[in-house]
Nanobody, 117 residues
Framework: QVQLVESGGGLVQAGGSLRLSCAVS????????MGWYRQAPGKLRERVAS???????NYADSVKGRFTISRDNAKNTAYLQMNNLKPEDTAVYYC???????????WGQGTQVTVSS
C-alpha cells in the first residue's frame, strides 16, 4: 500500500510563495514518477509538474519559471515550490505517484491553495 499526504497549502496574496510537500509511505519500492496536479472549480484536472526517478522534470506552460518540483528520495518526499503566485493558480493541488513514467497510480487527498488579488 502506498499513501501520499500533502501539506503546505494555504491562502496567500498574489505574488507570494508557497511550498507544498508530499510525504510518501508504504511500498515506495514501486514508485518511479511523481507529480503535482491541480483542479480549480469548473476546470479539468491538469498536470502542473512531474519528476522522474532520475530527476528529469516537466512543467505545464502556465507555471514554467514560477514553480519548481523536486524530490528527496532519501526522505520519500516530493515538493512543489510555487513562486509569484497568481489568482488563477487557485485550486486543489494533488500529489501523485506512479510505478512507471506517469504519476497517476496513487493520489494524495489534496491541499487547497488560494491566491487572493
Amino acid at each position: 500500500q502506498v499513501q501520499l499526504v500533502e501539506s503546505g497549502g494555504g491562502l496567500v496574496q498574489a505574488g507570494g510563495s508557497l511550498r507544498l510537500s508530499c510525504a510518501v509511505s508504504g511500498s515506495i519500492f514501486s514508485i518511479n514518477a511523481m507529480g503535482w496536479y491541480r483542479q480549480a472549480p469548473g476546470k479539468l484536472r491538469e498536470r502542473v509538474a512531474s519528476i522522474g526517478s532520475g530527476g528529469s522534470t516537466n512543467y505545464a506552460d502556465s507555471v514554467k519559471g514560477r514553480f519548481t518540483i523536486s524530490r528527496d528520495n532519501a526522505k520519500n518526499t516530493a515538493y512543489l515550490q510555487m513562486n509569484n503566485l497568481k489568482p488563477e493558480d487557485t485550486a486543489v493541488y494533488y500529489c501523485a505517484a506512479g510505478v512507471g513514467t506517469i504519476a497517476s497510480d496513487y493520489w494524495g487527498q489534496g491541499t487547497q491553495v488560494t491566491v487572493s488579488s
